[in-house]
C-alpha cells in the first residue's frame, strides 16, 4: 500500500488502508450523515417483491427507474423508450438475481444512498420523487461530487446505460450494426486441425 | 497405434445437465484419472494436450460453462453477462478497477482481443540469469514460443487487419514521431468482425476452444464443466486428487459433489482463482506468498471523436500498437474500439442530453488502449472456509501507478490530436473531455490521486499475474523451477500465477509456453509422479 500525500495524514489516517469493508462503513456514515437533522431517521425497508422484478425491491426499483430516467432521456432524441420499449431495468434486474452477495450488498447500500442523499440539498426529497429534471442535476452533481460519490454514480451508470444499449433496437441511432457473421455468410472453420506428431 | 478421432466442430464436454440426467453418477461421486487439470484456459488446455498427447488419463475441470462457438452472439451486452466471470463485474475491495476473465470452456482465450505478444529476452535473462530459473533462459524457450506460433497462426497484422481507428492512431504518430507497429494475432483468416470480445462464432480466433482442448480430447481427455474446485486433497506432502461441487449454470444449484483421486494435480485457474484454491486448501506457504505479487497490467482507454464517420468498430479489433513507450515509461498502446456496450466500463459518460450524443458520436470514435506495467503488489485472498467464504481481490495504483496513466492519457490525447479527433475524452471518474491540448493539460492537472488512487482514472485489467510466483526459494516463490508447488509432491501450477516477475507483454502466449514447459517437466518425471 502507498501512503496519500495529498491529503493530511490526520485526516486521511482512517482510510488507510481502505478496504471493501471500510468503503462500505464510509459510504454508509456517509449517507446516514448527510441525511441526519431530517424529520426522521430512515432505515432500509424490505418492500415486498415487485411483481415484475424478481430481484430487486421495491424501493430499489423506484431509485433505478428515476435514475434511468435522468440518464437516458430517449424521448427527446427519437430513441426507443428506456423503460417501456427497452427492458433496462428488467435487464438490470436479471443481473442483480446473479450477482455474487457482496456486489449485491453494495448495490443495495448504493442505492440506498443515493436515494437519500438528496435529502440535504433537495429540500428533504429523496431521489425517487424529485422531477426528472432535479433528478438529472443531482446525477450531475454526485458525478462531480466527494470520491465515493463519483465512483458509485460511475457505477450505476454502467449498469443502467449498458442493459439499455445492450438491446439491438437502439443500435441504429449509432450507426452500429452490429453482428455480421451471419449477414456477411462467414464460414465457420471448425477446430483447428491436429497438429502433425 | 490407437486411431485418432476429432470432431469437426466443438468439443465433448459433459455439463451439469448431463451429470443431473445420469442416474449412475447421483448427488456424489468420484473419478480417477492420472492427471486432474483444474481451468480449460490458455494454460489448462495446452497441459491438457501435452499429457493426454503423452498417453496419460486427463481429466479437465472447468468452473465456467460450456458455450461451443456456434452459440457466440456477436451480442457484447449478452456476453458480458453470460461468459465472463461474475457479469464483467469481478472487482476489487474498493471496487474501482474491474478484473475481466473468460468464465467457459476456454477460459479468457475465448474472450481475448488475439494479441499476441513475446515479452523481450531481457525478461528471459532475468529470470534465468538473477533468479536462477536456469530452463526459462530466452534460447530454452524458443522453440516453444516458435511451436505456439506456428499451431496458432500467430502473425503480423497484414494491410487489410488495419482498421479505421488504428489508421487514426498511425496518423497521430506519423506525426508526433512515435513508433508503431502492427500487432502479433492469433487468428486464422480473420473475418473482421471487430467481436473480439464476444467470442468469435467462426472458429477463426485460434483459441482453446478450436485448438488444445479439441486436441486434447481427440486423445482421450476429458473435460467437465460447470465444475468448481474447493480445494486439493493432500497426504503425507503429496496431491491425491481434488474436491468439487458441479453446479447447474442458470439456478446455482449443486447438482453433485465429485472427488477425483488422481497423480497429478494442475491448477491452471488463472492468477486470481489458483491462489484461492491453494489457500482453500491449507497448502504449504513458508512464506506466505500465495496470492501476493499480482501484477495486474493496469489498461485504460482513451477515445477521441473526429469529424468524419470512421466506423472504427469495424474490422480486426486490435490494429497496431504503439511501442516508443515500452522501455522508456512502461505502459504500450493498442488501437481498439469494441461495440458500444464497451464504452460503459471507460471513462466518465456523461448523462441526460449529453450521454446520448457521446453514445451518437460512437461512428466517429477511435480508441487508445494504455497498458502499463506495475510492480505487482496486488493481491487475491480467499476469506472463510473452502465452502462458504469469499474471495477479495485488493489492488489500488500506486502513486507511481498513477503517474504513469497520468502521462499515458497524455501522450494518447496528442496522438489523437495530431491525427485531428475534435475532441479526446478523458478515462477518469469525473467528466473530463478535451478541445485541444491547453484544455488537456489543465484537466489532467485536476485529476489527483486522493486516496491510494481510488475513483481517480478507471483502470481495468484482462492480465493479472504472478500471484503464485516460480522461483528456487520456498520463502520468497511459491512454485519451484518444474512449476510444482513448494512442499508439495505432484502439485503443480500452469497459469499466468507463476510468472516470476511482472511483464509488459499480454500473457496469453507466455503462459501457453509456461504450461508446455511445466508439462515437460512433469512427464520428465513421471516415474515418481504415475504407478504406470
Redesign the interface.
Known amino acids: 500500500m502507498t501512503w496519500n500525500h495529498d491529503i493530511p495524514p490526520a485526516l486521511s489516517g482512517g482510510f488507510e488502508p481502505l478496504s471493501r469493508r471500510s468503503l462500505l462503513r464510509l459510504t454508509a456514515v456517509s449517507g446516514l450523515a448527510l441525511t441526519t437533522g431530517c424529520a426522521r431517521m430512515f432505515g432500509r425497508r424490505e418492500a415486498p417483491e415487485a411483481l415484475t422484478y424478481l430481484n430487486m425491491t421495491e424501493d430499489e426499483v423506484r431509485v433505478v427507474t428515476k435514475f434511468t430516467r435522468a440518464v437516458l432521456p430517449t424521448a427527446r432524441h427519437g430513441l426507443p423508450d428506456c423503460i417501456d420499449e427497452i427492458p433496462t431495468i428488467k435487464n438490470m434486474d436479471i443481473m442483480v438475481g446473479k450477482m455474487a452477495p457482496t456486489q449485491r450488498e453494495l448495490l443495495a447500500l448504493g442505492l440506498w444512498v443515493y436515494e437519500y442523499r438528496p435529502m440535504a440539498s433537495f429540500k428533504f426529497s429523496r431521489f425517487s420523487k424529485l422531477s426528472d429534471e432535479k433528478a438529472h442535476a443531482y446525477v450531475v452533481a454526485m458525478q462531480e461530487g466527494a470520491f465515493f460519490e463519483r465512483g458509485l454514480t460511475t457505477s450505476l451508470k454502467a449498469l443502467v446505460t449498458l442493459n439499455y444499449w445492450r438491446d439491438s433496437r437502439t443500435w441504429q441511432a449509432l450507426d452500429y450494426w452490429g453482428p455480421v457473421t451471419e449477414r456477411w455468410g462467414v464460414r465457420r472453420l471448425g477446430n483447428a486441425p491436429l497438429p502433425m506428431a | 497405434m490407437r486411431p485418432?478421432n476429432?470432431?469437426?466442430?466443438?468439443?465433448a464436454v459433459t455439463q451439469a445437465k448431463d451429470v443431473a440426467r445420469d442416474p449412475t453418477l447421483g448427488r456424489q461421486f468420484s473419478i480417477q484419472a492420472d492427471v486432474v487439470i483444474v481451468g480449460s484456459g490458455a494454460g489448462g488446455a495446452v497441459m491438457a494436450y501435452e499429457l493426454a498427447k503423452a498417453g496419460r488419463k486427463v481429466l479437465v475441470l472447468e468452473s465456467g460453462r460450456y458455450w461451443p462457438?456456434?452459440e457466440f452472439?456477436?451480442?457484447?451486452?449478452?456476453t458480458?453477462?453470460k461468459v465472463y466471470r461474475?457479469?464483467a463485474?469481478q472487482?476489487n475491495?474498493?471496487?474501482?478497477a474491474l478484473f475481466l476473465e473468460g468464465n467457459c470452456v476456454g477460459g479468457s482465450t475465448v474472450i481475448s482481443a488475439c494479441v499476441m505478444q513475446r515479452p523481450g529476452d531481457e525478461v528471459f535473462r532475468k529470470w534465468s540469469d538473477e533468479l536462477g530459473l536456469k530452463g526459462l533462459g530466452p534460447r530454452e524457450l524458443d522453440p516453444y514460443f516458435e511451436q505456439v506460433e506456428g499451431?496458432?497462426?500467430v502473425h503480423t497484422n497484414e494491410a487489410h487487419e488495419v482498421n479505421a481507428t488504428a489508421h487514426k492512431v498511425i496518423q497521430g504518430c506519423e506525426r508526433m514521431g512515435y513508433s508503431w507497429r502492427p500487432v502479433s494475432r492469433n487468428v486464422?483468416?480473420c473475418?473482421l468482425?471487430g467481436?473480439c470480445l464476444a467470442g468469435c462464432?467462426?472458429?477463426?480466433k485460434?483459441s482453446a476452444l478450436?485448438?488444445h482442448l479439441?486436441?486434447a480430447a481427440?486423445y482421450g481427455a476429458r473435460i467437465f464443466s460447470d465444475t468448481e474446485v474447493s480445494r486439493v486433497l493432500m497426504r503425507n506432502g503429496r496431491a491425491t486428487g481434488v474436491e468439487a461441487v458441479i453446479r447447474d449454470p442458470d439456478t446455482g444449484t449443486v447438482v453433485s459433489n465429485v472427488r477425483v483421486d488422481a497423480q497429478v494435480v494442475v491448477l491452471a485457474a488463472g492468477a486470481i482463482h489458483t491462489p484461492l484454491i491453494l489457500q482453500r486448501s491449507q497448502a504449504p506457504d513458508r512464506g506466505g506468498n500465495i496470492g501476493r505479487n499480482m501484477a495486474v497490467q493496469p489498461f485504460t482507454q482513451i477515445l477521441a471523436t473526429f469529424k468524419e464517420?470512421l466506423?472504427g468498430?469495424q474490422g480486426a479489433l486490435v490494429g497496431v500498437e504503439v511501442d516508443e513507450f515500452l522501455k522508456s515509461d512502461g505502459f504500450t498502446f493498442y488501437s481498439a474500439l469494441a461495440?458500444?456496450?464497451q464504452l460503459?466500463?471507460t471513462g466518465?459518460?456523461e448523462?441526460?442530453?449529453e450521454?446520448?450524443n457521446f453514445?451518437?458520436s460512437?461512428?466517429r470514435m477511435a480508441g487508445l488502449n494504455a497498458f502499463a506495467i506495475d510492480k505487482g503488489?496486488g493481491q487475491v485472498i480467499w476469506e472463510g472456509d473452502h465452502l462458504s467464504g469469499?474471495k477479495?481481490i485488493?489492488w489500488?495504483p500506486?502513486?507511481e501507478d498513477f503517474e504513469r496513466i497520468t502521462r499515458a492519457t497524455a501522450i494518447a490525447a496528442r496522438i489523437f490530436f495530431s491525427a485531428g479527433a475534435d475532441r479526446v475524452w478523458l478515462p477518469t471518474?469525473?467528466?473530463m473531455h478535451a478541445k485541444n491540448v491547453f484544455e488537456l493539460d489543465e484537466m489532467l492537472a485536476r485529476v489527483?490521486?486522493?486516496?491510494?488512487?481510488?475513483?481517480?482514472y478507471?483502470m481495468n485489467s484482462f492480465t493479472p499475474h504472478g500471484t503464485c510466483r516460480m522461483g528456487l526459494d520456498p520463502y520468497d516463490s511459491v512454485v519451484s523451477a518444474d512449476g510444482e508447488v513448494h512442499g508439495v509432491s505432484g502439485l503443480y501450477v500452469a497459469d499466468a500465477s507463476i510468472f516470476p516477475t511482472p511483464v509488459s507483454s499480454t500473457p496469453q502466449w507466455t503462459v501457453q509456453v509456461l504450461s508446455r514447459y511445466v508439462a515437460d517437466r512433469i512427464l520428465a518425471r513421471a516415474a515418481s509422479h504415475f504407478l504406470s
Not at chain 2, 448 to 456: F, K, L
Open positions: 485418432i476429432m470432431r469437426r466442430e466443438g468439443v462457438s456456434a452472439t456477436e451480442n457484447l451486452g449478452d458480458l453477462t461474475d457479469q463485474a472487482a475491495t474498493t471496487a474501482d499451431w496458432l497462426h486464422k483468416n473475418a468482425t467481436h462464432p467462426s472458429d477463426r485460434m478450436v485448438t479439441p486436441w481427440a464517420d466506423y468498430f461495440e458500444p456496450e460503459m466500463a466518465e459518460q448523462a441526460g442530453d450521454h446520448i453514445m451518437k460512437f461512428k503488489e469469499r477479495v485488493k489500488s500506486s502513486r471518474f469525473q467528466k489527483n490521486y486522493g486516496i491510494n488512487g481510488i475513483y481517480s478507471r
